[in-house]
Each structure stands twice: as C-alpha cells, then as structure tokens.
C-alpha cells in the first residue's frame, strides 16, 4: 500500500511514563490480557521511546546510537506539575538526531484549553520533522465518561487549530472503552499501550489500526538509567516522517482583512458533535452552526476561528449573528491578539448581521484566534441558541477608520495605534458599544504565559 494511502487510514494513541500513572489505572488496563481487537502490524516497525522527568538526566547522543529513532517527551501532567526535564529533553533530543514529540498528562477536571495552550507554548514553532503533539488520556478525575470524552476533545480541536497538525491519542483498550466510552476520536492516530510479549496488541475501540504501540515499561536503553517506556512505530522510517510533515496553515488573513466563516478550514467547531448543529438557511456564506447555551462551569462544545495574519496591525474584528438563530445575550468570545487575550460578552439578538467586538493589536502570523464557548451561564433548560458564524477583520487606524489597503502598514507610522489591550473601542464606537452591551476584559493571553518548571 502507497504511503499516502496507509496513513489515510492509520490511527494514533499515545501512552505515557509508568512513574505518570494515575492511581485509579489498573495493571489490567495495560496488560496482555486478551481484548478481542487484535491487530497486527503492517510489516517493518521503527523502535522508540517515551520520557519525562523519571528518567532523570538522558545522555541523548547514547540513546541515537542505540538505535532509538524517536521520542516523546512529556510537557506536563495537567496545569499544576510542569516536567522539569522538558525542555532540556526536548532541545537535546533534536541536537542529537532523534526524533521528538510531546505528550501532556491530560487532566479532565482541568481546563482543557489551558492545558493545550501551556503544551503549545512549551512546544513553540514545531519543526518540519516534529512529531504531532500526544494527548495521553488514562485519568478520569472522577468524572463521567461523556465528560471526560468532551474533554478530550475540546483539547485535541484546540491543538489542531493552533498547530496545523492532527493530534496523536494515547491509550489503553480498557480504559478508552470505559472511562471515555469508546468515544470516536478515530480521526486521530492511536498510539497503544498494553504490556506483554505477544506480537500483535489488542487495540481500543473504535480504532481499527495502530500507529505507535507501547509495549514494555521497563526497556533499557543506553544513555538512561533505570527503566524506560519502550514503543513501535508501524512502518519504516521513511513513514515516520511522512507521518510528522510540516504544519500546513489553514489560511492567511491579508493586510486589507478578510472573513473567516464557519465553513473554512480556518473554522474548527469541537466538542459532542451531536450537539452542534449546522444550518444551511441562515447566517453569512447561506450557513452557520448553533448549540444550547449552558451555565456549566467548563465548555462542551465550542468554536475556534485560526487567524494568521500577512501583516501585524490594529483589526476591528466583527462576528455574525443571524437574527433567525442567534438567542444567546452572554456570548464571550475570547480574542488572542498578539501577547493578549481578551473576554468580550455580547448579546448576539442585538443585531442581525454585523456586529463589534472592538479594535485589536494583532501580530504577524499565526497562534492567534477568536473562541466561543457554550458555557455563556445561561441554563441549558432554557434552550438558549448560541450561533458560531463568521468573523471579519478590516484593518484600522488610531481613530478607528478604516485603512486604505493600498497604504503600509509600518509599526513606525504614527497613524497606527500603539500596541497594547483593546478595550473595544475606536472612535465612534461608545454609542453602539454601551447599546450593544459589550463587556470586555482584557489580559496577558494563556498561551503566552512561560510554563513554569518544578
């Protein structure tokens, strides 16, 4: 089979550290116990490791010469235990040939977009050799299976928009099939953990291949001391690397603005999808997407509009709301613009069509969004439509005019506003921001905050 077409098709979940287990998991939920979904392997498997702070010091030119050809190394275990060995593992292990990619802990009672955003700031710019980032899912908190499903989720559709790169999955068969509910996240390559001597794992539903299998907790690998994680790639080294790629932006903003609609790849709705509904009667572009409203304390389901921008500037972002579908009177969109992140609460019934969230500092590039959660504090049993739609960025200037395309757009020029938070309002716009109702908070953005080590 060609390799574009295997790995159409190949499905990844990640596993993690021994010393990372949570004390709920049981040994049997990584064993050789017989699960009923054998697969074998497609041919040749490429060997591998994962690390974190466990494995104390790792001599990275030892473990390249003993054949280890990649590794994951963990971020973090949720947003109170950063590793303290990742950025050391994470640096050394690129300088001495190895391939890398990084995993996080996930914790489900913790904020998931924090937790993605501190895994994506402890990443940075990943290299065209970078593996996808690993969501390793073997703790439930406590919480319910559906809960802990719209968690992951949320995590892996953030990670995705800000990376360009489609997210790996660690799991064990046990554990996905009762704590996630054998929840579909199959457009993400598995990466299986299960302990035993036999040559093909027994993998979680509904997945129906392997891409990476994590197969001893107790390896040894020179340059480490102690025991290691042990994994398989499944295809040859060449896979590998088709499988890593570049990340491909979903679109660029150019210097005049642009619209980013629900219906582009720069658009990603997360969360249940039988919650979020599309509509193809309404909304700019003839569409647009709608869910309940809820008072819940964490999101469910959400959207995300990706922005990257050819040209750093001051924008006015706008966003849609259709009269025959928009109910919701406390939207927050968040706004990452630049080195800020920035809450605005509408009341999307004001207007039908346009309407403004205010004037932003944006910078060249990407990393930066706009996100609008479900959890607007209005209680689901009131069945409060919330509308994902469009968002419009027309460049501006200091007095809140637009701005001739056609003229530079230079951090020097005095008619550009100096960087800063915006609070919602050019010029011109008191009047309508006070009848509108928009609140906003301004404040350093999650994703650019340093990760702290222990």
Same mark, same amino acid.
């Given at each position: 089979?060609?390799?574009?077409?295997?790995?159409?098709?190949?499905?990844?979940?990640?596993?993690?550290?021994?010393?990372?287990?949570?004390?709920?998991?049981?040994?049997?939920?990584?064993?050789? &116990?017989?699960?009923? $979904?054998? =697969?074998? +392997? %497609? *041919?040749?498997?490429?060997?591998? !490791?994962? /690390? #974190?702070?466990?494995?104390? &010091?790792?001599?990275? $030119?030892? =473990?390249? +010469? %003993? *054949?280890?050809?990649?590794?994951? !190394?963990? /971020? #973090?275990?949720?947003?109170?235990?950063?590793?303290?060995?990742?950025?050391?593992?994470?640096?050394?292990?690129?300088?001495?040939?190895?391939?890398?990619?990084?995993?996080?802990?996930?914790?489900?009672?913790?904020?998931?977009?924090?937790?993605?955003?501190?895994?994506?700031?402890?990443?940075?710019?990943?290299?065209?050799?970078?593996?996808?980032?690993?969501?390793?899912?073997?703790?439930?908190?406590?919480?319910?299976?559906?809960?802990?499903?719209?968690?992951?989720?949320?995590?892996?559709?953030?990670?995705?928009?800000?990376?360009?790169?489609?997210?790996?999955?660690?799991?064990?068969?046990?554990?996905?099939?009762?704590?996630?509910?054998?929840?579909?996240?199959?457009?993400?390559?598995?990466?299986?953990?299960?302990?035993?001597?036999?040559?093909?794992?027994?993998?979680?539903?509904?997945?129906?291949?392997?891409?990476?299998?994590?197969?001893?907790?107790?390896?040894?690998?020179?340059?480490?001391?102690?025991?290691?994680?042990?994994?398989?790639?499944?295809?040859?080294?060449?896979?590998?690397?088709?499988?890593?790629?570049?990340?491909?932006?979903?679109?660029?903003?150019?210097?005049?603005?642009?619209?980013?609609?629900?219906?582009?790849?720069?658009?990603?709705?997360?969360?249940?999808?039988?919650?979020?509904?599309?509509?193809?009667?309404?909304?700019?572009?003839?569409?647009?997407?709608?869910?309940?409203?809820?008072?819940?304390?964490?999101?469910?389901?959400?959207?995300?509009?990706?922005?990257?921008?050819?040209?750093?500037?001051?924008?006015?972002?706008?966003?849609?709301?259709?009269?025959?579908?928009?109910?919701?009177?406390?939207?927050?969109?968040?706004?990452?613009?630049?080195?800020?992140?920035?809450?605005?609460?509408?009341?999307?019934?004001?207007?039908?069509?346009?309407?403004?969230?205010?004037?932003?500092?944006?910078?060249?590039?990407?990393?930066?969004?706009?996100?609008?959660?479900?959890?607007?504090?209005?209680?689901?049993?009131?069945?409060?439509?919330?509308?994902?739609?469009?968002?419009?960025?027309?460049?501006?200037?200091?007095?809140?005019?637009?701005?001739?395309?056609?003229?530079?757009?230079?951090?020097?020029?005095?008619?550009?506003?100096?960087?800063?938070?915006?609070?919602?309002?050019?010029?011109?716009?008191?009047?309508?921001?006070?009848?509108?109702?928009?609140?906003?908070?301004?404040?350093?953005?999650?994703?650019?905050?340093?990760?702290?080590?222990?």
């Amino acid at each position: 089979m060609a390799t574009s077409m295997k790995w159409a098709t190949i499905l990844l979940v990640v596993a993690a550290c021994v010393g990372d287990r949570d004390p709920e998991l049981t040994r049997d939920q990584f064993s050789d &116990t017989v699960q009923g $979904a054998t =697969v074998c +392997g %497609a *041919g040749a498997t490429v060997k591998g !490791i994962d /690390v #974190s702070t466990y494995q104390g &010091t790792i001599d990275w $030119a030892a =473990v390249k +010469g %003993a *054949g280890i050809e990649y590794a994951f !190394i963990r /971020v #973090s275990d949720g947003l109170n235990s950063p590793d303290a060995k990742f950025a050391s593992n994470w640096s050394k292990a690129h300088t001495a040939g190895v391939l890398r990619g990084a995993y996080q802990f996930f914790r489900p009672s913790q904020d998931p977009i924090a937790q993605a955003d501190l895994l994506i700031h402890a990443m940075g710019t990943l290299a065209s050799d970078d593996l996808s980032p690993v969501i390793d899912v073997e703790a439930a908190d406590g919480l319910s299976a559906t809960k802990v499903a719209a968690a992951v989720h949320t995590w892996i559709a953030h990670v995705q928009a800000a990376t360009g790169r489609t997210p790996i999955v660690y799991t064990g068969f046990y554990f996905w099939r009762d704590s996630v509910g054998a929840a579909d996240d199959t457009t993400s390559p598995l990466w299986h953990a299960q302990y035993t001597s036999a040559s093909c794992p027994n993998i979680a539903p509904p997945w129906n291949q392997w891409a990476f299998w994590q197969y001893s907790s107790t390896g040894s690998v020179a340059g480490i001391s102690g025991n290691v994680d042990m994994d398989r790639f499944n295809g040859t080294r060449a896979d590998l690397l088709a499988l890593a790629g570049p990340a491909i932006p979903c679109g660029q903003i150019a210097k005049e603005g642009g619209v980013v609609d629900d219906g582009d790849a720069c658009f990603v709705g997360g969360g249940p999808s039988q919650y979020m509904r599309a509509v193809s009667t309404a909304g700019n572009d003839g569409d647009l997407r709608w869910t309940h409203a809820t008072s819940d304390a964490s999101e469910a389901n959400f959207g995300e509009w990706s922005l990257d921008l050819a040209v750093a500037g001051t924008y006015r972002v706008e966003v849609y709301t259709a009269a025959a579908f928009a109910q919701s009177k406390q939207a927050k969109y968040g706004i990452d613009a630049g080195a800020t992140h920035t809450d605005v609460v509408v009341d999307q019934t004001a207007v039908d069509g346009w309407q403004t969230l205010g004037d932003f500092d944006f910078a060249a590039g990407g990393d930066q969004r706009v996100h609008l959660g479900d959890n607007t504090g209005e209680p689901v049993a009131d069945n409060v439509q919330l509308v994902f739609d469009a968002v419009r960025l027309t460049p501006v200037d200091r007095s809140g005019a637009p701005v001739d395309p056609g003229a530079p757009m230079d951090p020097t020029d005095p008619a550009k506003p100096s960087a800063g938070c915006s609070t919602g309002g050019g010029a011109g716009l008191g009047f309508g921001l006070g009848l509108l109702g928009l609140v906003s908070v301004c404040r350093p953005r999650r994703s650019a905050r340093p990760a702290s080590r222990r």
